[in-house]
């Protein structure tokens, strides 16, 4: 049974930092692109950042660029999402994915295994 489980969400004040992990279960994540994604209340879910199954490509929202990092570790099963420089409008539940290549687009409708999703609150 293939399951995505985040965690390390929480509440954070601007400029604060935050790791998500996404842990994998039910099968090897070594051959499959992942991707963080982020859907704040009455807006779409939208694509934060994604990474090829071997780590060696990534692409992030113009949003995001300088301040997240993407990354991965085959090994654990679980990939990463290091959030610096938080700012409020990053509120949002954070979920992860899979889309079952080895690379390709960050866009939600290419991922088809999805994890809960972990609340993240950036406020003073």
């Known amino acids: 049974q293939v399951q995505l489980v985040e965690s390390g969400g929480g509440l954070v004040q601007p400029g604060g930092s935050l790791r998500l992990s996404c842990a994998a279960s039910g099968f090897s994540l070594d051959y499959y692109a992942m991707g963080w994604f982020r859907q704040a209340p009455g807006k779409e879910r939208e694509g934060v950042s994604c990474?090829?199954?071997?780590?060696?490509?990534?692409s992030y929202a113009d949003s995001v660029k300088g301040r997240f990092t993407i990354s991965r570790d085959n090994a654990k099963n679980t990939v990463y999402l290091h959030m610096s420089s938080l700012k409020p409008e990053d509120t949002a539940v954070y979920y992860c994915?899979?889309?079952?290549?080895?690379?390709?687009?960050?866009?939600?409708?290419?991922?088809?295994?999805w994890g809960q999703g972990t609340q993240v609150t950036v406020s003073s």
């Open positions: 990474i090829s199954s071997s780590g060696g490509r990534t």
């Open positions: 994915a899979t889309r079952y290549t080895r690379y390709g687009s960050c866009v939600p409708a290419d991922f088809g295994s």
